[in-house]
Structure formats: C-alpha cells, structure tokens
C-alpha cells in the first residue's frame, strides 16, 4: 500500500505541474474519440468525416471548453444524417434541442459526463457510467448519463436502419418520420439501459453522501448489483433480451473504475478514526475525523563536503567596497592563500 501511496502522489504531482497540457491533450483524445466513433457509425458526409478533417476539428476542440464539443459534434452528426435524409436531419435537430436545452438548462458543467456515455455506449460498456458519475458528480448527472444515452440509441438506430431510409421511395416521407420517431419513443432496449444507469446513478450518489463508514466503498458495490439486477428485471418486463456480455463486462468495468476513483478521490484510513465533542454557548458538537492514507515526504539530505583548497564554484567572494570584508580572515576560513582572492 506504501508503494501504491507513493505513485498516487506522483501522478498528483506530475498533473499538478502539467495540468494544464494534460488536460488540452485529454481534451484532444476525448474529441478524436468522440468524431471517429461519428465517422465509422455514421459518416455519410464525406466531407466532414475524413481523417484529415476530424484531426483538425480534435485539435480546434482541445484548446476550447468540452462544451464546445458538444456543439461541434452535434453539428457533425446533423451534417450526416442531412447526407443521409432530410427526414433524419429534422429528427436528429429536433432531439438535438430538446436534449441541449434540458442539458444546459440543469448541468451545464457535466460536459465529460455527456461525451463519454454515447462512446461507452458504442463501446458496449456504457454501464461504467454511473459508477463515475454516482461517485464524481452532483446528482443532476443523471441528467447528462440520460442525454447521452437516448442520443446514442437514435444514432445506432438511424445506422442500422440506414438502407430503409434511403431506399424508401420520395412520396414516403410520413414512413420516415414513423421510423425515426420510433427509434426513441418505441425503443425497449433503450428504456432498460436507460432505467437501470439512472436508477444505479442515483444509488451511488445518494449512498456516498452518507455519514458512514466505507461509504465509498458500499455506494459503487451496491450501484454494481442494482444495475445488474435492474437490467434483467426491466428487460423481462419490456419482453427484451439484454446484452449479457456488455452487461458482465462493464460491471466488471465498473468495479475496477470504483476502486481506482475511490483510491485517488476518496481514500480514508477507518482503522484511525478519531471522534471529538465539544460545546460552547449555544451549541454542543459532535466531530468526526477521518484520516486520509498519505505518505510521509521524503526529506531532502545535504551533504557537505570538506575543502579541497579551491574556492567552490557557488561561493561568490565580494569585490569592490566589499574587501572591508576582510580577505585575510576569508583566506584563513578557507585554508588557502589571501592572494588568490585578489
């Protein structure tokens, strides 16, 4: 655990003095990502979905807020779909307001969480998630896990049913419409993911903002098993087959991510707890202290080495209106000749 402790603090150290190349370069990953995925999901305009251009767009997106992203992306995805049909453009630019009106009106500030949940969700882990945002974030994430989530289904809906869209005749612009509106109002799959990452999320939070021993440590297992079971339950009900493997997977994801986080957000030492109370004139307090696990620093050890006759490249001897110095008494100090310091 020592060693453990002392790579945690030189990651925290190295970002600290980085912080700021890390997060453009972490920004520039998450948005390559990000327009890739785009690409070999959809990619329909050929203009925008080169390699060429998407690294120019990446590099144009780290030095901006992860918001900016977001736009970015969503103008990309529309400029696709508008290649593919106009049906799927009026859709997708309907969704597109509604989900960034609920986004920036209630968490503005959730960008990454955003971002990353359609990429997990094309990974076939999304179920990571909420362990992240349960334990990282405000309880509004949910919001940003559920924005994600819906896009993510309408997007992999309009790529399986891309040969029907194009293929349907011009007059048969209402049959469009029918299926694209039913890739998120009729979609079970989509509503059992969506209920069990909301329902996990919520669980994580609210049982890590408990006053509790190992919070932590209980709100990520609990999120994990809920999720597990609410995903079997809720696809029974909806009569749908969930993914077992991507559901195996990424809870096991989610396990590993929960302990990585609660190691470098959140790690208390319990076995050290100390309890205090204490009153003045209107109160009486009760207070509870929980040690973090922590190395101690390495002192720094100078060494001094003995003269060797020379005057040390660091030692500066004073010239001018500073002989009054005395350079009889330097010379004997350093056990060499007084005219060497002339």
Known sequence: ?????????????????????????????????????????????KLVSSVPIILIIALICCLLPISATLWIG??????DLYSLTKEAAI?????????????????PKDSTIAALTPIMGKLGIPYVMPVMSGLLRPIYSVISIACGTIVYYFLDGVRQNAAMLTSASENSSSEKLKV??????????????????VLASLIIYLIRRLKVDYAWSIAWIAGVLVQLLS??????????????????????????????????????????????????????????????RVVAAKEKQVKQFGNTGRIPRTQQVPTGDTTVLDRKALAQELDIDEDLLK
């Open 180 to 197: 694209l509106v039913g890739l998120i109002a009729d979609n079970k799959e989509m509503d059992a993911v969506l209920i069990s990452m």
């Open 91 to 107: 859709v997708g630019l309907i969704l597109f307001a509604v989900v960034y009106f609920v986004y920036f009106r209630f968490c």
């Open 1 to 45: 655990m020592a060693r453990l402790l002392e790579i945690k603090a030189s990651i925290v150290r190295f970002y600290a003095k980085f912080d700021t190349y890390i997060n453009m370069l972490l920004k520039f990953i998450l948005a390559m990502v990000l327009f890739l995925i785009v690409k070999n999901g959809l990619g329909y305009m």
């Open 231 to 292: 995903v079997i339950v809720v696809s029974l009900i909806l009569s749908v087959s969930p993914h077992i493997a991507g559901l195996i997977v990424g809870s096991l994801l989610g396990v590993v991510v929960g302990v990585v986080l609660q190691f470098f957000c959140m790690n208390l030492d319990y076995q050290r707890v100390e309890r205090v109370q204490y009153e003045d004139d209107e109160y009486y307090y009760y207070v509870t202290a929980v040690p973090k």
């Open 74 to 79: 969503g103008i990309v995805v529309l400029l």
